[in-house]
């Protein structure tokens, strides 16, 4: 698919039909996201890819996806057919950057947590990898997911992000924030120009 057409068509979406997807597609999306960049090559990002049906169930009941429901929403996090959680380890790029080509790099201060950064453009990259496969993605943020990575066996030392869910579109109600006007100018050129 054509590069302006994947973005094109990148939306977050809250519904999916029963159609499944196969395990081919979806590790391809996920090594889409394990191919973004990473900071000093450091590699923190990881991934749980969840297809099994009760275990999607409980990610749902852990996003209270019944008091979604109950507010006229479809049940967007069970009824997708593959989740990809998505984590990153802070510990993985201090122990990176406190090696030798990387010592004393940002010693205690980092002008900016790159491992967010990087887990960022891995989402990214798996929103847009779903869509080139045809395929709808929405995100659940970890704030939405208490005890998420208790029921996931997570390691303390790795951060959760949240839930890419993935699946075959859906008709969806359209969240409200897309109503949200564009507020001042995102593009500037050679300086800060002045809001308009």
């Given at each position: 698919m054509d590069f302006n057409t994947v973005l094109d068509l990148r939306r977050m979406v809250r519904n999916y039909t029963d159609e499944p997807i196969s395990d081919q597609v979806v590790e391809r999306i996920v090594e889409a996201g394990r191919r973004a960049p990473s900071a000093g090559n450091t590699q923190g990002q990881s991934f749980i890819v969840i297809t099994d049906q009760d275990r999607r169930?409980?990610?749902?009941?852990?996003?209270?996806?019944?008091?979604?429901?109950?507010?006229?929403?479809?049940?967007?996090?069970?009824?997708?057919?593959?989740?990809?959680?998505?984590?990153?380890?802070?510990?993985?790029?201090?122990?990176?950057?406190?090696?030798?080509?990387?010592?004393?790099?940002?010693?205690?201060?980092?002008?900016?947590?790159?491992?967010?950064?990087?887990?960022g453009a891995s989402m990214q990259n798996i929103l847009l990898a779903a869509v080139n496969e045809g395929l709808a993605a929405g995100f659940l943020g970890v704030h939405a997911l208490e005890g998420l990575k208790e029921e996931l066996r997570i390691p303390e030392h790795v951060s959760v992000i949240g839930v890419v869910t993935l699946?075959?579109?859906?008709?969806?109600?359209?969240?409200?924030?897309?109503?949200?006007?564009?507020?001042?100018?995102?593009?500037?050129?050679?300086?800060?120009?002045?809001?308009?």
């Open positions: 169930a409980k990610v749902a009941e852990l996003a209270g996806e019944a008091g979604y429901v109950a507010q006229g929403f479809d049940p967007w996090v069970s009824r997708a057919p593959a989740h990809i959680v998505l984590c990153v380890s802070k510990q993985a790029y201090l122990d990176r950057y406190s090696e030798a080509d990387k010592q004393g790099a940002f010693e205690d201060e980092w002008p900016v947590p790159y491992w967010w950064v990087d887990a699946g075959h579109q859906a008709n969806d109600r359209r969240s409200g924030s897309l109503k949200r006007p564009r507020v001042g100018q995102a593009i500037h050129w050679n300086q800060w120009n002045e809001q308009a």
